[in-house]
């Protein structure tokens, strides 16, 4: 199936702990993205890359960090995690520009114990 | 910047009853606008979209008609359902722009 796929699904870790959540899609576009999603479903995008280069870097703690080893891979790698990371993770995918809407994953939960 | 608004709060009603769902926006150019849809548990699916003035958007009996003049986006549909239940939101991005902007969506509780 063409899609956006993300693992894992469900992510539980101690506080300090570093992790990391894969995403990979296989719909040929060129711009990948993480968005987190708060409790009250709120939206706010995090990254984004497009071939490989990082073209939007929101206000996000340095403890987050992307890598875009190709353009149909984006990771998210957390170092020294806190309960405020606590959220769903959401990847996505666009052919360039945008203009035709985002493919989104079906998110990450992580909680932050 | 480009920005979306959604009427605040959640959407309670009952089966077979009339939805409307609000969504403005502000945006700098000639926008695609999108409704997306939350299923509980899930993530975000592309529900329909517009990319000009006077388009609408249709897709699984729900409705939204890009209207330029009063910059908005509704959402309608005329009869909905319980497996309607879900949270939905408005978007938008200019082209060449592959910033995604959201509204805040909103809950949608369709009792039986």
């Known amino acids: 199936d063409t899609a956006v796929s993300q693992t894992p699904k469900y992510l539980v870790t101690q506080m300090g702990n570093d992790k990391s959540i894969k995403c990979e899609q296989n719909?040929?576009?060129?711009?990948m993205y993480w968005y987190k999603q708060d409790s009250k479903k709120f939206l706010k995008i995090m990254f984004s890359?497009?071939?490989?280069?990082?073209?939007i870097n929101e206000t996000v703690p340095n403890r987050f960090s992307p890598k875009s080893p190709d353009k149909a891979h984006l990771n998210l790698h957390i170092n020294s995690l806190e309960l405020g990371d606590s959220a769903v993770y959401f990847c996505?995918?666009?052919?360039?520009?945008?203009?035709?809407?985002?493919?989104f994953g079906s998110g990450t939960r992580l909680t932050v114990v | 910047g480009n920005s979306v608004t959604q009427m605040e709060g959640p959407v309670t009603l009952s089966e077979e009853a009339f939805l409307t769902i609000n969504c403005t926006y502000t945006a700098t150019g000639y926008p695609s606008l999108f409704w997306y849809v939350q299923y509980p548990g899930e993530g975000l699916q592309l529900l329909l979209k517009a990319t000009k003035a006077d388009d609408k958007g249709s897709n699984k009996g729900f409705e939204a008609t890009y209207r330029k003049e009063t910059t908005s986006f509704h959402l309608e549909k005329g009869s909905v359902q319980v497996s309607d239940s879900a949270v939905y939101f408005c978007?938008?991005?200019?082209?060449?722009?592959?910033?995604?902007?959201f509204g805040k969506g909103n809950q949608v509780v369709v009792i039986p």
């Open positions: 978007a938008l991005s200019e082209y060449g722009n592959n910033r995604l902007a």
């Open positions: 890359y497009n071939n490989k280069e990082l073209i």
């Open positions: 719909l040929g576009h060129d711009t």
């Open positions: 996505a995918s666009s052919q360039v520009g945008g203009g035709y809407g985002y493919t």
